[in-house]
């Protein structure tokens, strides 16, 4: 295989809401261009991009696919991502390795909130956008209502640059703007016939192209000169200024298609490879160095290796696959490279050139294009491979914290370790979720962006490592504490015959500040307790203390004066003024006012505008209480402080109040009592649970 001239490269995000049909599109367009024989579906199984068990059971994208073709001697490597909101990181990941996207739209919805989401992304990176507006064969889909609502959401620069022919189950074209002809689709090859546009078309098209020279030409400082003096614009003017418009963000061309039908996939080809960027086209990027400095890194053979690992694939037989894009330079299998994030050298080894789930070894690869690396030792998302005269870092996607969490146990004991090692698999493949043990309940929590995304890890924790657990909400690490001052004695005497055990020791306990922690004072004066018996009496305090006495949780922020006690000669002991000083702190804890405490959390809610009444009312129901707001572009962003007890299946339920548009974050920011109404309530559940354990 020879390496592809970058600029003749594509590399195209597909994107858009659940549903959309963006797998369906992959599909029409690998079928047209001959990287297929037949048309795959979701619904069989046969679809390329979304080959896993999980994908066809649940008839939707959960990870994003890798697949190619070759239209006009040029290479189209095609991104097709989830549009689920639980999988919704894997598409914002991708759009750092594309220059341009397809957003799809389904005609009968409209703009959807994924599509939204997304689309501020690719603002933000600077990725050229076109609108495809897919199903025009469905009941209800009116073209003109979509670019209605397009517009609405994405301003004038929203333009056709088709109309469709026929309308619902009589779609069979469309009108190219730019060229004034039809494209009409007589069989589902997804090749058209071009001809004449329609009498009854005529005038629309006209029309249209008007508005469309009008958006171009307010796009380009000159045309809009000439436009406004009265002068023609020329056709080869008007494709110049509209290539150039779209790459710089300031024009999203809409087209139109049935992706099952595979009417318009053809054209869509062209205007793909007319439109989008190429990595030559798109040139260099600022990259930092490891040392804080900063280099351009160009889409040119000559120049040291760059490449970015956007995605890792964690397979039970070949093992850790990583999907790359390089950037610059060219690669082959025995390049030596460093991995910028460990300094570790890395060997390129197997390259891998990649449709859906099957892959074929190449030889070499060059920039601008994307490829699978195999058996590489120590590489993760978000890392760059890059040769060692050059060792720049990549800005990698930050997967924002995980929104719910669950505790999860074995179904077979002795399975923890496979557990264990199962899911450090899978977090490899899906940084969005993460696993760890809870140090203080001792419980193994994974946490994800909604329930469906855990439960889909878990499904394929259960497939391909053959290992299952149950599901529970996790506990909520309380503490407790004291709000007044108490001393007690705690004394320990037992004889049983031989030598017996003696200790006794008086302590003093108060509060301190929240967030102090636990401070001991020796005060034995006058050798009522040996010093070697001091840190015994503090050891039995700090056991006791992670006992607690209210509801059996940690005791923190108190202090503790040990200022007398009394031994014998023979009979006292280490372990006698350790059960002293436990038996002390358990009577002074029942006379200082002890309160159970329960984490509260910093959370941020980024909702639409229309949904802030039921939110902050349901933040309130929560016992929740806000502490402002303030506007983000369409979206409103709520700030309250909030128990995490009152959060734990916030997730669903934000997602059904806002119809998916909504997302949150939180972080723990300090404890606070309980309300006495509801301590007895918490006590009874954490003894229930601790008897089942």
């Known amino acids: 295989m020879t390496v592809w001239d970058p600029a003749k490269i594509r590399n195209v995000a597909v994107l858009g809401h659940r549903g959309s049909g963006k797998t369906s599109l992959v599909e029409a367009v690998l079928f047209t261009s001959g990287a297929k024989n037949r048309l795959g579906s979701v619904t069989d199984g046969t679809a390329t991009t979304d080959y896993d068990e999980d994908e066809v059971k649940r008839q939707m994208t959960i990870a994003t696919g890798l697949a190619h073709v070759d239209w006009d001697k040029r290479k189209f490597n095609l991104l097709d991502t989830p549009g689920e909101a639980s999988f919704i990181n894997e598409s914002m990941a991708t759009l750092s390795v594309v220059e341009g996207a397809l957003f799809v739209i389904n005609s009968q919805n409209k703009v959807e909130v994924q599509t939204e989401r997304l689309w501020r992304r690719a603002e933000e990176l600077g990725v050229a956008r076109m609108l495809v507006v897919n199903m025009m064969d469905r009941e209800r889909a009116s073209f003109a209502d979509n670019v209605a609502a397009l517009q609405d959401r994405f301003g004038s620069g929203a333009v056709p640059v088709q109309i469709p022919v026929g309308k619902e189950h009589e779609f069979r074209g469309v009108v190219d703007l730019l060229q004034m002809k039809a494209h009409i689709y007589e069989d589902s090859s997804g ?9 009854e078309l005529q005038a629309e098209a006209e029309s249209a192209r008007d508005a469309l020279i009008d958006v171009v030409a307010e796009a380009d400082d000159q045309l809009i000169e000439k436009y406004l003096e009265g002068e023609a614009i020329t056709q080869e003017e008007l494709l110049k200024a509209m290539k150039q418009a779209v790459e710089e963000g300031r024009l999203f061309p809409i087209v139109v298609m049935s992706s099952t039908q595979n009417i318009g996939t053809d054209e869509l080809l062209d205007f793909i490879e007319f439109a989008l960027p190429s990595p030559g086209r798109f040139g260099g990027r600022m990259v930092p160095t490891t040392d804080d400095g900063e280099v351009e890194v160009l889409p040119d053979e000559a120049q040291p290796v760059a490449l970015y690992v956007f995605k890792t694939i964690s397979d039970q037989f070949a093992g850790r696959i990583n999907l790359a894009r390089i950037f610059s330079g060219k690669i082959s299998s025995d390049s030596q490279l460093v991995n910028t994030r460990t300094n570790d050298k890395e060997r390129t080894g197997n390259i891998l050139s990649v449709q859906g789930k099957d892959t074929s070894p190449v030889d070499e690869s060059g920039p601008g294009d994307i490829v699978a690396l195999a058996k590489l030792k120590d590489v ?7 040769d060692a ?15 719910i969490s669950f505790a999860i146990e074995p179904k077979n004991k002795g399975d923890e370790e496979k557990v264990s090692n199962a899911l450090r698999r899978l977090s490899e493949e899906d940084p969005a979720m993460q696993v760890r043990i809870d140090p203080e309940t001792k419980e193994m929590i994974i946490s994800g962006t909604t329930q469906v995304h855990v439960e889909v890890m878990l499904d394929k924790m259960k497939r391909r490592f053959g290992v299952e657990v149950d599901l529970q909400p996790p506990q909520v690490p309380y503490r407790e504490t004291v709000r007044k001052t108490a001393t007690a004695q705690g004394r320990h005497k037992k004889q049983t015959g031989g030598r017996g055990q003696f200790g006794d020791a008086w302590i003093e306990l108060s509060p301190l500040p929240s967030g102090s922690g636990f401070e001991f004072e020796d005060a034995i004066v006058g050798g009522a307790i040996p010093r070697g018996f001091i840190p015994a009496v503090e050891k039995g305090i700090v056991e006791a203390m992670e006992r607690g006495t209210v509801a059996g949780y940690p005791v923190v922020d108190i202090k503790v004066k040990l200022y007398d006690g009394s031994y014998h000669s023979v009979d006292s002991s ?10 002390a702190f358990q009577k002074a804890m029942e006379k200082s006012g002890p309160v159970l405490l329960e984490p509260i959390m910093n959370v941020e809610v980024v909702v639409p505008e229309e949904n802030m009444g ?14 402002g707001s303030e506007t983000m572009g369409e979206m409103q962003v709520i700030r309250a402080q909030v128990p995490l007890s009152e959060m734990l299946t916030y997730a669903p339920q934000l997602r059904s109040m806002t119809g998916g548009r909504g997302s949150y974050t939180m972080e723990f920011d300090h404890y606070a009592d309980v309300p006495s109404h509801m301590v007895e309530k918490i006590v009874e559940e954490t003894n229930k649970r601790r008897e089942e354990e």
């Open 380 to 386: 993760s998302t978000g890392d760059t491979l890059a």
């Open 389 to 403: 005269s050059r060792p720049v870092r990549f800005k990698h996607y930050e997967f924002p914290p995980p929104a």
């Open 191 to 199: 090749r058209s016939k071009e001809q004449d546009i329609p009498a």
């Open 614 to 627: 039921d939110i902050m009312g349901d933040l309130s129901s929560r016992r929740g209480r806000p502490s």
């Open 574 to 583: 280490e372990m006698a003024f350790k059960i002293a000083g436990s038996l």
